[in-house]
């Protein structure tokens, strides 16, 4: 069935550090992929998407490009903030099941 | 601020028992999604209701039920509960059918505790 894998957390960096979360899928078809943030107490929301191959997703600083080829949308972002401390999802949508599947999460700490 | 609520926020009961979650999506969406959030199996999909019908279902317990009502607010059960019950549930909401092509709002969850 279709699934998500993203690198086992957590991922401690230090304020100004480059980021990067890796997340690969397996999926029927050319799904849709997401990342999605969970704060600290809150509901998961969505940072950025991409529904086809070469898209690039951006927001807040934070961009990740749909790579048919390897499967892969990994998340990056220049420089990271303390604020920026959260657990972050991939997801995707339009394999074999009609609903979002999820990776495990990474969880992220940055420190001044 | 998602515009999607939950309540209630937590909820501590023993096993056996029947809790009911509850969620009212934002205004004017009409799919409902409800998920669990565990630390040994992450995020999963339990089931989607779109305008007061059942649309999909993932990984969902014949001990669970959902319903959505016609102001389109939506009620997880939750029955004969068991310690591995304990986890955070979500809701989502989105305003069409195809959730997933579109943006899902998540509710802040309400975190269960089976004792």
């Given at each position: 069935g279709d699934s998500v894998t993203q690198m086992e957390g957590p991922v401690t960096l230090s304020e100004e550090a480059f980021l990067t979360i890796n997340c690969t899928y397996t999926a029927?078809?050319?799904p849709s992929l997401f990342w999605y943030v969970q704060y600290p107490g809150e509901g998961l929301q969505?940072?950025?998407k991409a529904t086809k191959a070469d898209d690039k997703g951006s927001n807040k600083g934070f961009e990740a490009t749909y790579r048919k080829e390897t499967t892969s949308f990994h998340l990056e972002k220049g420089s990271v903030q303390v604020s920026d401390s959260a657990v972050y999802f991939c997801a995707l949508y339009g394999g074999?099941?009609?609903n979002l599947i999820f990776g495990k999460g990474t969880k992220l700490s940055v420190k001044p | 601020d998602s515009g999607v609520t939950q309540t209630p926020k937590h909820l501590i009961t023993a096993t056996g028992q029947r809790v009911t979650l509850r969620c009212s999506p934002r205004s004017g969406d009409l799919s409902v999604y409800w998920y669990q959030?565990?630390?040994?199996?992450?995020?999963q999909f339990l089931i989607q209701y779109y305008n007061g019908e059942e649309r999909a279902k993932g990984n969902i317990l014949e001990r669970f039920s959902a319903q959505q009502f016609p102001d389109l607010h939506s009620e997880l059960n939750l029955s004969s509960l068991e310690l591995g019950d304990s986890a955070l549930y979500f809701c989502a909401s989105s305003a069409s059918i195809r959730g997933g092509e579109e943006t899902q709002y998540f509710g802040p969850g309400t975190r269960l505790l089976v004792l």
């Amino acid at each position: 069935g279709d699934s998500v894998t993203q690198m086992e957390g957590p991922v401690t960096l230090s304020e100004e550090a480059f980021l990067t979360i890796n997340c690969t899928y397996t999926a029927t078809g050319y799904p849709s992929l997401f990342w999605y943030v969970q704060y600290p107490g809150e509901g998961l929301q969505l940072l950025l998407k991409a529904t086809k191959a070469d898209d690039k997703g951006s927001n807040k600083g934070f961009e990740a490009t749909y790579r048919k080829e390897t499967t892969s949308f990994h998340l990056e972002k220049g420089s990271v903030q303390v604020s920026d401390s959260a657990v972050y999802f991939c997801a995707l949508y339009g394999g074999s099941q009609g609903n979002l599947i999820f990776g495990k999460g990474t969880k992220l700490s940055v420190k001044p | 601020d998602s515009g999607v609520t939950q309540t209630p926020k937590h909820l501590i009961t023993a096993t056996g028992q029947r809790v009911t979650l509850r969620c009212s999506p934002r205004s004017g969406d009409l799919s409902v999604y409800w998920y669990q959030q565990s630390l040994d199996q992450g995020l999963q999909f339990l089931i989607q209701y779109y305008n007061g019908e059942e649309r999909a279902k993932g990984n969902i317990l014949e001990r669970f039920s959902a319903q959505q009502f016609p102001d389109l607010h939506s009620e997880l059960n939750l029955s004969s509960l068991e310690l591995g019950d304990s986890a955070l549930y979500f809701c989502a909401s989105s305003a069409s059918i195809r959730g997933g092509e579109e943006t899902q709002y998540f509710g802040p969850g309400t975190r269960l505790l089976v004792l």
